[in-house]
C-alpha cells in the first residue's frame, strides 16, 4: 500500500520535475580560467555540506556557490578578491584552509615545531652516546664489519646481516 | 518485555565489570593472586551479559518490538532483513550497545588465551579492561540506553538511515572499524597492567604488540572500506574528505603503526621503553576521543547521528583517562632506563626513531586540524574551517616521507653500518627508482610530488621485495630447498619479518593509488538530451534515457548511459537517485566502470522528464581500485606476523648452523617468535 503510494507520488513528481533536487550549473569557462574556478572552488567551503568543498559538494547550494565563483573569475577578478568576496558574505569560516596570520599561526606551524624539536631530541641522543657507549654497551649488537663469516663461502656483509636478523 | 530484560542484562553487565575491575585492580596491587579467579568469573560474567544484551537488542529488532525506543527509532517492518540486523549499529545507542558486544568478544578471548599466565598481571589487565568495560555499561545503561519504553507503542518506524541502507559495505565497515577502535582495549589494559606493577616484564611485551596488531588490521581494513564506501555511495567522486570522523578513525591507527615500529628497536636496543608504552596508551586514547569526536556531535559529520547527552560522561572519561595515563607514566617512568645507545644515524634503530617522529607528527597534525575550529571558536570567537586543502599540504610529506623511510629502514642495520657495503647496497634500488621516475616523465606524467612518489615506490618496492627473497634463495642454495619449501620456511622462520615487509608492499599500493587517483584526475560535469554525446579522457558517453524501478525498501530513477572506453567496449552505465519511504530528499548512487587502470565514475546530478535532459558529474581516475584490491596484501601480511609459532620451534630454530651466523640474541628467541 504505502509503497504504491509512494510509486504514485514518484511518478507524479518525475512529471512535474520537482524531483529533479537541482539545476544544472552554468557552463564552464574557456580551461585556464575553469581550472582557475575548481582550484578556488576547493578552498572553499559549501555552506550547508559537512566540510566538503563547493567544488566536490553536489548540494544545489554548493553549485550556486561554484556559479558565483564562475562569475566572478569571468569578470576577472584576482583569486584573493574572490576569496575576500566570500570571506565578506559568510566570515572566515568559509575557508577550508586557514589563512596564515595571527592566531592561526598555531596550526600552520605547530607540526613543523614538532618535527624540529623532536629531530633535535634524536640528534641528541646521538651526541651524547660515543664516551659511554664504549665502556657499557650492553647492546647484543655486533657491528656489521667484523660479523663472523658464516660457514659456507659467503661473505656479504649485507647478507650476514640479514642471516642475523633471520637467525631468532 | 524484550526492553526490560535488555536493561536488566545491561547492568548485570555493568555490575559484573565493576566488581572484576575493583578486585583485579585491588588485589593485583596488594600483591596477592587470590583474586584472580573471581576477576575471570566477573569477565565470564561481563561476556555474557553484553554478548545476552545484543542478542536481545537483534531479537527485538528482527520481530518489529516497537515498545523498544532504539527499535521505534530506527526499525521498519518495510526494511529488508539484513538492513533490520545491521541497524543494531546504526544510530547512536545502538552502535554503544555494539561497541560493548565487541569488547566482550575482546576481553573474553584476552581471558581465554591468557589464563595461564602470571595471574597477578592478569588481575590487573583484565581489571583495567573491565574498568574500561564500566564506562562503556554504563553509558549503555544510562546516557545511552537503547532500551526506553515506547508508549503508546507505534505501529511502525522509520527504518535506518537512508545513507546507511545504500550499499551492501555498511554491512562491513562499522564492525571492522568498531573492532579496530575496541581492540586498542586490550593492549591499553596490558600496558597500564605493566606500568602499575612497576616492571614491564619483557614476555608481556608480545601479548602487547600481538593485540596492537590485531586492532591495527581491523583499523586499517576498516579505514579503506570506509574509503570504498563514501566512493560508492556519497557520489562526488572521492574518498577520502579529512572529515574529523575520518580523522578520528586514522589517528589511533598511526599511534599504533608507530608503536610497533617501536617495539621493535625496544626488543633488540632496549631503547625507547617508556615511549612505546605512550604510544599504546595514546592509541587507545585517541580511539576514545575518536569516539566522542564522533558520536557527540561536536562536529557535524555522516556519522554524528543526532545531537545527544552522551557528551560530557565522554569528557570526563577522556579527563580521567589522561590523568591515569599521564601520573603512571610519570611515577613508573624512572624504572624504564633505556639500557641501549643510539650509536649512527645510519642505523636500523635510528631509521625507526625518525619513523617514529614522521608519524606522530602526521598525528598532531591531524589532530591540530581536526581541533583547531574548536579551539579558535573557543578562544577567539571566530569560526574557522580546517579542511582537505591544509590536511593535503601537511600530510603529503609526511607520506613521502614514510615512503622512503620503508625503503631506507630495511636494508639499515641495526647497530653502527659499514659505510661501504650500505652504499652498495642502495645502488641498485636508487637505479630502480630513477628509472621509474624517467619512464613516468617520459609517458607524459607531470608534478614534483606523483614523480617523487613513483620514484620512491620504485625504489621501497625493490628493497622490499629483495629482502623477501634473500632468505629464500639462501635456503634454496645451502639447502638445496625447492622455491616452494624455501619460501614456505623461510615466511614460517621469521614471521615478523615477512609478514611485515607484505604489509609494506600493501601500504605503497595504497599511497601509489591515492598520489596517481589524486594527481591525475580528470572532470567535467554538464548537462545532456536525449541521445546526445560528451567526452572526457577518452571515453564517450550517451545519454539514453531515464528508467525507474522499485525495491523492497526504495524506489530509483536512474539514467541509462551507454559509456564506450577508449579500447572500444561498450556498457551501459546507470547512476541513479534512489527514494526512501522516510526521507525527502534523493540519495544518489554513482555508476562505477572499474577497471585495473582507472575507474571511470559517473553521477546523476539532475534530471528533467520534460526537457529529456539529465546532468553529470564525470570523473576519471587513474589506479583508485589499487587502494582497496591492497586490502589482501594487508590482511596475509598481517596473519603472517600474528600466526602463532610453536615454542618448541622457534628455541629449535635459533642453533641451526646454516641459518645461525652470529651470536644468538641472548633471550629474545622465544619472545622474539611469540
Known amino acids: 500500500m504505502t509503497s504504491a503510494l509512494l510509486s504514485l507520488t514518484l511518478a507524479l513528481g518525475l512529471a512535474t520535475g520537482q524531483f529533479a533536487p537541482q539545476q ?5 569557462l574557456a580551461p585556464p580560467l575553469e581550472a582557475r574556478v575548481q582550484t578556488l572552488g576547493k578552498h572553499l567551503r559549501c555552506a550547508v555540506c559537512q566540510g566538503l568543498s563547493v567544488a566536490d559538494s553536489p548540494s544545489s547550494m554548493a553549485r550556486a556557490q561554484l556559479d558565483k565563483v564562475r562569475e566572478l573569475v569571468a569578470e576577472g577578478k584576482s583569486d584573493a578578491e574572490v576569496m575576500d568576496y566570500f570571506v565578506a558574505r559568510y566570515g572566515e569560516w568559509v575557508l577550508l584552509e586557514p589563512r596564515a596570520e595571527g592566531f592561526n599561526w598555531f596550526v600552520w606551524l605547530g607540526p613543523i615545531a614538532l618535527v624540529a624539536g623532536g629531530l633535535v631530541l634524536i640528534l641528541k641522543q646521538l651526541k651524547r652516546e660515543p664516551a659511554v657507549a664504549a665502556a657499557t654497551e650492553p647492546s647484543p649488537e655486533v657491528p656489521v664489519t667484523p660479523a663472523p663469516a658464516p660457514a659456507t663461502e659467503d661473505v656479504d656483509p649485507y647478507l650476514a646481516a640479514v642471516r642475523r636478523e633471520l637467525e631468532r | 518485555m524484550n526492553g526490560a530484560i535488555g536493561n536488566a542484562l545491561v547492568l548485570g553487565g555493568l555490575a559484573f565489570a565493576a566488581f572484576g575491575a575493583v578486585v583485579g585492580l585491588v588485589t593485583g596491587m596488594r600483591r596477592t593472586e587470590a583474586g584472580f579467579p573471581w576477576v575471570m568469573r566477573a569477565v565470564w560474567g561481563f561476556c555474557a551479559c553484553m554478548v545476552g544484551a545484543n542478542a536481545m537488542m537483534v531479537y527485538a529488532l528482527v520481530t518489529h518490538d516497537f515498545s523498544v525506543k532504539y527499535v521505534a527509532q530506527v526499525g521498519s517492518r518495510a526494511t529488508p532483513l539484513v538492513y533490520t540486523v545491521v541497524s543494531l549499529w546504526s544510530a547512536l545507542e545502538g552502535s554503544i550497545l555494539f561497541w560493548g558486544f565487541i569488547m566482550a568478544v575482546y576481553v573474553g578471548a584476552f581471558a581465554w588465551l591468557h589464563r595461564r599466565e602470571h595471574a ?7 581489571g583495567t579492561m573491565l574498568a574500561v568495560g564500566v564506562f562503556f555499561a554504563f553509558l549503555i545503561a544510562g546516557p545511552a540506553n ?5 508508549s503508546p507503542v507505534p505501529a511502525d518506524g522509520p527504518g535506518p538511515n537512508a545513507l546507511l541502507q545504500n550499499h551492501v559495505l555498511m554491512i562491513i565497515h562499522p564492525p571492522m572499524l568498531y573492532s579496530g577502535y575496541v581492540g586498542m582495549t586490550v593492549p591499553f589494559g596490558v600496558a597500564v597492567a605493566g606500568l602499575l606493577r ?3 616484564g619483557e614476555a608481556w611485551m608480545a601479548p602487547l604488540r600481538r593485540w596492537t596488531m590485531v586492532a591495527w588490521l581491523f583499523l586499517s581494513v576498516g579505514i579503506i572500506l570506509g574509503s570504498w564506501w563514501a566512493y560508492a555511495v556519497l557520489g562526488w567522486g572521492g574518498y577520502w574528505a579529512w572529515d574529523p570522523v575520518e580523522n578520528a578513525s586514522f589517528l589511533p591507527w598511526l599511534t599504533a603503526t608507530a608503536f610497533m615500529h617501536s617495539t621493535m628497536v625496544q626488543e633488540r636496543k632496549r631503547m ?13 586514547v585517541l580511539t576514545i576521543l575518536g569516539t566522542f569526536m564522533t558520536r557527540s556531535g561536536i562536529f557535524n559529520s555522516v556519522h554524528s547521528f543526532t545531537q545527544s547527552d552522551i557528551g560530557p560522561t565522554f569528557l570526563v572519561f577522556i579527563a580521567v583517562l ?3 595515563c599521564i601520573g603512571l607514566l610519570a611515577a613508573r617512568g624512572h624504572l624504564l632506563i633505556p639500557e641501549g645507545r643510539l650509536t649512527s644515524l645510519a642505523s636500523r634503530e635510528a631509521s625507526i626513531l625518525v619513523n617514529n617522529l614522521v608519524f606522530v607528527a602526521i598525528t598532531f597534525t591531524v589532530l591540530l586540524g581536526t581541533l583547531y575550529p574548536l579551539v579558535s571558536e573557543a578562544v577567539r570567537g571566530i569560526r574557522v574551517s580546517v579542511g582537505e586543502p591544509y590536511f593535503n599540504k601537511m600530510a603529503v610529506p609526511g607520506g613521502i616521507a614514510v615512503l622512503f623511510l620503508m625503503g631506507v629502514g630495511p636494508v639499515l642495520p641495526w647497530g653502527t653500518p659499514d659505510k661501504a657495503t650500505l652504499r652498495q647496497q642502495f645502488i641498485i634500488p636508487t637505479m630502480v627508482g630513477l628509472v621509474v621516475t624517467g619512464a613516468c616523465f617520459a609517458v607524459g606524467l607531470r608534478g614534483v610530488y606523483p614523480l617523487l612518489t613513483f620514484g620512491l615506490a620504485g625504489f621501497v618496492t625493490v628493497i622490499t621485495l629483495r629482502e623477501l627473497a634473500l632468505p629464500v634463495t639462501v635456503r634454496m642454495r645451502e639447502r638445496k630447498e625447492g622455491i616452494g619449501t624455501a619460501l614456505v620456511t623461510a615466511a614460517s622462520k621469521a614471521r615478523r619479518r615477512f609478514g611485515g615487509y607484505v604489509v609494506h608492499l600493501g601500504i605503497v599500493v595504497i ?3 591515492v598520489a596517481a587517483s589524486s594527481s591525475y584526475v580528470e572532470h567535467t560535469s554538464g548537462t545532456l538530451r536525449l541521445g546526445q554525446t560528451m567526452n572526457l579522457g577518452g571515453y564517450q558517453m550517451k545519454y539514453l534515457g531515464l528508467s525507474s524501478g522499485e525495491e523492497p525498501h526504495r524506489t530509483f530513477v536512474a539514467a541509462r548511459v551507454e559509456v564506450t572506453a577508449p579500447n572500444g567496449s561498450v556498457t551501459e552505465l546507470r547512476p541513479r537517485m534512489n527514494y526512501y519511504e522516510r526521507s525527502t530528499d534523493p540519495i544518489g548512487t554513482p555508476a562505477v566502470r572499474e577497471s585495473v587502470k582507472e575507474d571511470f565514475y559517473m553521477s546523476l546530478m539532475a534530471f528533467s522528464e520534460q526537457a529529456g535532459t539529465a546532468s553529470f ?9 589499487w587502494i582497496w584490491y591492497s586490502i589482501p596484501l594487508l590482511l596475509v601480511g598481517t596473519l603472517i606476523s600474528l600466526w602463532p609459532q610453536r615454542r618448541s620451534a622457534a628455541v629449535a630454530a635459533r642453533p641451526a648452523p646454516a641459518v645461525g651466523a652470529g651470536p644468538p640474541v641472548a633471550g629474545d628467541a622465544e619472545r622474539g617468535a611469540a
Not at chain 2, 120 to 126: C, E, F, G, H, Q
Not at chain 2, 272 to 284: I, Q
Not at chain 2, 617 to 625: A, R, Y
Open chain 2, 198 to 200: 612497576g616492571e614491564i
Open chain 2, 146 to 150: 537503547p532500551w526506553g519504553a515506547m
Open chain 2, 617 to 625: 558529474n564525470v570523473w576519471v581516475f587513474p589506479l583508485v581500485g
Open chain 2, 322 to 324: 589522561l590523568v591515569v
Open chain 1, 24 to 28: 544544472a550549473a552554468s557552463d564552464p
Open chain 2, 120 to 126: 597477578r598481571y592478569m588481575s590487573l589487565a583484565l
Open chain 2, 511 to 513: 599511497i601509489v593509488a
Open chain 2, 272 to 284: 625507547l621503553k617508556l615511549w612505546t608504552l605512550s604510544l599504546a596508551l595514546a592509541s587507545f
